[in-house]
């Protein structure tokens, strides 16, 4: 019989429908949170990066992992390694996700989490979307309920991606050894302005919402009057660098590839979650 499959951050936006989908498979699931969050029908273990001592128990009877950070940190390699060095010595295959466009330059460190994964000699398929749909509803909800979507991202294009997708490619992954030593980037069906993406979203909800678009130290300052600590909101603005130079516009085949079928729409994402778009 199959080793179970360790899902880290389970409870999280990807995590909680991978832990979904692996189920509907037919898979034994533990989900690992830093608490041992409950997860309906999945196992749940304690696991904290940062804490080596809680791997023992999360890695026992796993034979296939998934593994990601979480929002918030700053330092993927510090967070990552440690926990795919202990996957890596149980000869744990590792489905590692990153971010798009991340292979263009090795010192970028989520690219250095790659490397050091494709150094441990554990079968791996490392999974690079692009930015997640989701984030209207999480992250720029704010905005929306006040029918301004204020961004660091010019007149640039974004291929967005609904995080169904990415759980999809992911079990898929998972479940086979077909894709094993590959990297996939992970994208939408097409590549949209944010001044689009909000026509879609008021079409969707019955408002009307713009894209205003600022600079960055103007988004610093938005964010830190948020609550959010001024390292990471520099951060956060940083990566809209890479939007603006066009590096997430691109559109890839890989999602219909992992899974057989193309990708949601943004128009798809935006009546699935109308709801939550206008609370």
Request: charged share 20%; proline share 5%.
């Amino acid at each position: 019989m199959a080793g179970k499959v360790l899902v880290l951050g389970s409870g999280g936006t990807v995590g909680s429908k991978l832990v979904r989908a692996l189920l509907e498979k037919g898979e034994r699931v533990k989900a690992g949170t830093r608490g041992a969050a409950p997860a309906e029908d999945a196992e749940a273990v304690a696991l904290d990066y940062q804490d080596c001592s809680t791997y023992g128990h999360a890695l026992e009877g796993v034979d296939r992992i998934f593994v990601m950070a979480p929002g918030g940190y700053l330092d993927p390699v510090a967070l990552l390694t440690p926990v795919i060095r202990a996957a890596a010595a149980r000869g744990i295959k590792n489905v590692l996700m990153t971010v798009l466009g991340v292979d263009a330059d090795d010192d970028q460190p989520y690219r250095q989490v790659e490397l050091f994964l494709e150094k441990t000699g554990a079968q791996f398929v490392i999974l690079r979307p692009s930015t997640f749909a989701d984030n209207f509803h999480s992250h720029w909800l704010e905005g929306i309920r006040h029918g301004v979507i204020a961004l660091p991202a010019a007149d640039s294009k974004t291929s967005f991606i609904d995080t169904r997708d990415i759980a999809e490619c992911a079990a898929a992954a998972l479940t086979s050894d077909a894709y094993n030593g590959g990297a996939f980037n992970l994208t939408g069906p097409e590549a949209l302005s944010y001044a689009q993406a909000a026509t879609i979203l008021s079409r969707a909800i019955g408002k009307p919402i713009a894209y205003e678009p600022v600079d960055a130290e103007t988004f610093i300052g938005m964010l830190t009057a948020a609550g959010v600590p001024d390292a990471y909101a520099q951060y956060v603005a940083g990566t809209f660098r890479s939007v603006r130079e066009g590096r997430f516009a691109q559109v890839t085949g890989d999602v219909e590839r992992l899974t057989g079928r193309p990708p949601r729409r943004l128009d798809t994402y935006a009546e699935d979650n109308a709801a939550a778009l206008a609370a």
